[in-house]
């Protein structure tokens, strides 16, 4: 089966070009066969057939795949490791996932501008997962400009010890959760002050130090099993 994302409203019966990277894949890696399913953002897949460069819908249906109200940010890693991060918040079935400019970044922030290519990975996952609706792609200048969602709960994961306001495990359930990672360097003193004004849940896991990647696929893994528990 070969998913290809064309990003309109479904309708049976209408009669759809194909997007040319989307062609190019079914022409070039699948070799024009297999069974195609369209799919798009908002969560509907299209059963049909190819015609040319065109696609008849002959079914629409709603993708049951269940997602979660959760947005991870991750503090700008090294380039090599922004993909691989892109594919594990998508696949666990994160909302959405923000970049953002630590402090004690290692990666250049101009690549705060490279969302197209970030939004190209989304969509990779999305076709190879099953997803229904692509993970969403954001960037944010630095921790400050993070805005978490109005009454969500945010977890501020810190590889360091600390006495800080600590989770409360009895807490209520929230609208939403955002999990936010830090960079390769650690916290500035400076980004911890600001989650403690902020009241934000401080989690620490007694562990070695994680890579960037590793501490996204755990903090993304234990938001979601909360949020499900909760």
């Given at each position: 089966?070969?998913?290809?994302?064309?990003?309109?409203?479904?309708?049976?019966?209408?009669?759809?070009?194909?997007?040319?990277?989307?062609?190019?894949?079914?022409?070039?890696?699948?070799?024009?066969?297999?069974?195609?399913?369209?799919?798009?953002?908002?969560?509907?897949?299209?059963?049909?057939?190819?015609?040319?460069?065109?696609?008849?819908?002959?079914?629409?249906?709603?993708?049951?795949?269940?997602?979660?109200?959760?947005?991870?940010?991750?503090?700008?890693?090294?380039?090599?490791?922004?993909?691989?991060?892109?594919?594990?918040?998508?696949?666990?079935?994160?909302?959405?996932?923000?970049?953002?400019?630590?402090?004690?970044?290692?990666?250049?922030?101009?690549?705060?501008?490279?969302?197209?290519?970030?939004?190209?990975?989304?969509?990779?996952s999305a076709r190879q997962c099953g997803r229904g609706v692509p993970l969403q792609i954001k960037v944010a200048k630095d921790l400050l400009n993070i805005s978490?969602?109005?009454?969500?709960?945010?977890?501020?994961?810190?590889?360091?010890?600390?006495?800080?306001?600590?989770?409360?495990?009895?807490?209520?359930?929230?609208?939403?959760?955002?999990?936010?990672?830090?960079?390769?360097?650690g916290w500035s003193e400076d980004e911890r002050d600001f989650a403690k004004k902020s009241d934000y849940h401080f989690v620490h896991f007694e562990t070695p130090?994680?890579?960037?990647?590793?501490?996204?696929?755990?903090?993304?893994?234990?938001?979601?099993?909360?949020?499900?528990?909760?």
């Open positions: 089966m070969i998913r290809l994302y064309i990003d309109s409203k479904f309708k049976k019966g209408d009669r759809l070009e194909i997007p040319k990277d989307e062609f190019r894949y079914f022409s070039s890696v699948r070799r024009g066969q297999g069974e195609v399913i369209l799919f798009n953002r908002i969560g509907e897949e299209a059963l049909g057939k190819v015609s040319e460069k065109f696609f008849e819908i002959e079914e629409v249906r709603k993708i049951e795949i269940p997602l979660y109200n959760l947005t991870v940010a991750v503090a700008l890693p090294e380039n090599a490791v922004i993909p691989g991060i892109i594919r594990t918040v998508s696949e666990l079935g994160a909302k959405e996932l923000i970049f953002f400019s630590g402090k004690r970044s290692q990666a250049a922030s101009r690549r705060l501008t490279e969302n197209a290519r970030f939004e190209k990975t989304s969509l990779e978490p969602p109005t009454n969500s709960q945010v977890l501020f994961f810190d590889e360091a010890s600390s006495d800080k306001k600590s989770l409360d495990e009895k807490s209520h359930s929230m609208s939403s959760v955002v999990a936010i990672i830090g960079c390769e360097g130090i994680l890579r960037v990647e590793t501490a996204a696929t755990v903090a993304t893994f234990y938001a979601i099993e909360r949020m499900r528990k909760l």
